[in-house]
């Protein structure tokens, strides 16, 4: 009997082209060749601040011509597109800077169309990358709460509840120790404190439904939300209407870091925040290196992925689920303190406004990764602070799209940006032992 060799089948036989993401890049820059680069006028200019009469280093203000600017962009970015095509013919991976420098190409080309022909305004460009960090705060702290709890294999829908009842306790522990200390810094900081602590309460109860009682963790988490919403409202009209010292409007001051500050451009954006910024940078930093580098993080991981191999070498699997469920709790009601304590504002109904949902979708598109997840967050931040911006700015969009530029950029990001991104394999399924 003669053996057949056979020849080896190489990766590119078996492996067929994706160009679904090359399609994406292609429509994109053929809408921004057509909206923004063919339609300036072209004796038309529009102007770039980078610094701003406070900034340490002033960097003057840069005047381009708008359809030239915005074409050069469009075509670049069409560029682009036709590399990814090229490299996906031949299955080659494209790095992270791809899609980064892609985006830049458009938004600067979008900037520069909607700022074309106003000679007495500018595009505020350190105001623009300011206003996308700080809206996304909630967010940052929201998609970590879904990335702890998820890895472990807990479904947190609740996030949108537990930023809000953040925000309320934080009001109101800020307003009481206010009044009854006279120092509102005190307040602030007492209210920034008190805040996890309603997240982690919400938290514990969404843990015990779903991991002692095995509720379906999606509906337990959506009647999280209403509940929450339902108790804070009716604390805002008993409460707080009776109580009006303890709903004040109570800020955290900006704690500038030195020389760090003056750094033009980035300096101001990163580093002349208040004290919930600095905080979220920290939890980034802690959770990834404890997610993916720590004994913790292991054990954590291998419960989301398979709870029964986990347990057969000694992981307390509900334990653990219980314990993330509570942190995820706690790290988004931390979140929650954006809107009263850290913005300065008093609070009011469903403040969070659908916040939780959307760092629901930067986990999703951060993949299941704490840096993943900052980084979705500030993309969804970004397109909130552009539509500021156009506004400012007196953009002919009209202003209902403008308001629904964060939610259009939550769905495309989540629809065609994300791939094939596998979440942990035993999310949302309880273990039963």
Same mark, same amino acid.
């Given at each position: 009997?003669?053996?057949?060799?056979?020849?080896?089948?190489?990766?590119?036989?078996?492996?067929?082209?994706?160009?679904?993401?090359?399609?994406?890049?292609?429509?994109?820059?053929?809408?921004?060749?057509?909206?923004?680069?063919?339609?300036?006028?072209?004796?038309?200019?529009?102007?770039?601040?980078?610094?701003?009469?406070?900034?340490?280093?002033?960097?003057?203000? =840069?005047?381009?011509?708008?359809?030239?600017?915005? !074409?050069?962009?469009?075509? #670049? +970015?069409?560029?682009? @597109? &036709?590399?990814? %095509?090229?490299?996906?013919?031949?299955?080659?991976?494209?790095?992270?800077?791809?899609?980064?420098?892609?985006?830049?190409?458009?938004?600067?080309?979008?900037?520069?169309?909607?700022?074309?022909?106003?000679?007495?305004?500018?595009?505020?460009?350190?105001?623009?990358?300011?206003?996308?960090?700080?809206?996304?705060?909630?967010?940052?702290?929201?998609?970590?709460?879904?990335?702890?709890?998820?890895?472990?294999?807990? =479904?947190?829908?609740?996030?949108?509840?537990?930023? !809000?009842?953040?925000?309320? #306790? +934080?009001?109101?522990? @800020? &307003?009481?120790? %206010?009044?009854?200390?006279?120092?509102?810094?005190?307040?602030?900081?007492?209210g920034l404190i008190a805040a996890p602590l309603a997240g982690a309460l919400i938290g514990a109860v969404l843990a015990l439904f779903?991991?002692?009682?095995?509720?379906?963790?999606?509906?337990?988490?959506?009647?999280?939300?209403?509940?929450?919403?339902?108790?804070?409202?009716?604390?805002?009209?008993?409460?707080?209407?009776?109580?009006?010292?303890?709903?004040?409007?109570?800020?955290?001051?900006?704690?500038?870091?030195?020389?760090?500050?003056?750094?033009?451009?980035?300096?101001?954006?990163?580093?002349?925040q208040n004290a919930l910024v600095y905080l979220m940078y920290i939890v980034v930093i802690v959770l990834h290196i404890m997610l993916?580098?720590?004994?913790?993080?292991?054990?954590?991981?291998?419960?989301?992925?398979?709870?029964?191999?986990?347990?057969?070498?000694?992981?307390k699997v509900n334990r653990t689920r219980v314990r993330n469920t509570i942190l995820g709790g706690a790290i988004a009601g931390l979140?929650?303190?954006?809107?009263?304590?850290?913005?300065?504002?008093?609070?009011?109904?469903?403040?969070?406004?659908?916040?939780?949902?959307?760092?629901?979708?930067?986990?999703?598109?951060?993949?299941?990764?704490?840096?993943?997840?900052?980084?979705?967050?500030?993309?969804?931040?970004?397109?909130?602070?552009?539509?500021?911006?156009?506004?400012?700015?007196?953009?002919?969009?009209?202003?209902?799209?403008?308001?629904?530029?964060?939610?259009?950029?939550?769905?495309?990001?989540?629809?065609?940006?994300?791939?094939?991104?596998?979440?942990?394999?035993?999310?949302?399924?309880?273990?039963?032992?």
């Amino acid at each position: 009997m003669t053996a057949v060799a056979t020849a080896p089948v190489s990766a590119a036989s078996v492996l067929k082209p994706n160009y679904r993401n090359a399609i994406i890049y292609g429509v994109i820059a053929l809408i921004s060749l057509v909206a923004f680069g063919l339609t300036p006028h072209a004796s038309a200019s529009t102007r770039f601040a980078f610094a701003r009469p406070t900034d340490f280093v002033q960097i003057p203000t =840069v005047t381009v011509p708008s359809m030239a600017t915005a !074409l050069t962009m469009s075509i #670049l +970015a069409l560029g682009l @597109a &036709g590399y990814a %095509a090229w490299a996906a013919s031949g299955l080659r991976k494209v790095g992270a800077w791809l899609p980064i420098v892609f985006g830049v190409l458009v938004v600067i080309a979008m900037l520069t169309w909607a700022g074309a022909g106003k000679e007495n305004t500018s595009m505020q460009v350190t105001g623009l990358l300011t206003g996308a960090l700080v809206a996304s705060i909630p967010l940052v702290f929201g998609a970590l709460s879904g990335t702890v709890c998820e890895r472990s294999g807990v =479904v947190n829908i609740a996030i949108e509840g537990q930023l !809000l009842g953040g925000a309320f #306790l +934080a009001a109101v522990v @800020a &307003g009481g120790i %206010a009044d009854a200390s006279g120092s509102r810094t005190l307040g602030a900081y007492m209210g920034l404190i008190a805040a996890p602590l309603a997240g982690a309460l919400i938290g514990a109860v969404l843990a015990l439904f779903a991991v002692r009682y095995w509720v379906d963790q999606i509906v337990v988490g959506v009647v999280l939300n209403v509940l929450v919403v339902g108790i804070t409202n009716f604390l805002f009209g008993t409460l707080m209407r009776d109580n009006p010292q303890l709903n004040q409007a109570i800020g955290l001051s900006a704690l500038p870091i030195p020389l760090l500050g003056d750094i033009p451009v980035l300096g101001p954006v990163l580093f002349r925040q208040n004290a919930l910024v600095y905080l979220m940078y920290i939890v980034v930093i802690v959770l990834h290196i404890m997610l993916f580098k720590s004994r913790w993080g292991l054990r954590v991981r291998a419960v989301g992925e398979h709870p029964k191999a986990a347990d057969t070498v000694g992981i307390k699997v509900n334990r653990t689920r219980v314990r993330n469920t509570i942190l995820g709790g706690a790290i988004a009601g931390l979140g929650g303190a954006f809107f009263t304590v850290a913005a300065g504002l008093a609070f009011g109904k469903e403040m969070s406004a659908g916040k939780g949902f959307i760092a629901l979708a930067a986990m999703i598109l951060g993949r299941w990764s704490p840096k993943g997840a900052l980084a979705a967050a500030v993309l969804f931040g970004f397109a909130d602070s552009l539509r500021e911006q156009f506004g400012i700015i007196g953009s002919s969009i009209p202003s209902e799209f403008l308001t629904m530029f964060p939610y259009i950029a939550t769905i495309f990001a989540v629809a065609g940006l994300v791939g094939h991104a596998r979440p942990p394999a035993a999310e949302g399924t309880p273990y039963k032992k």
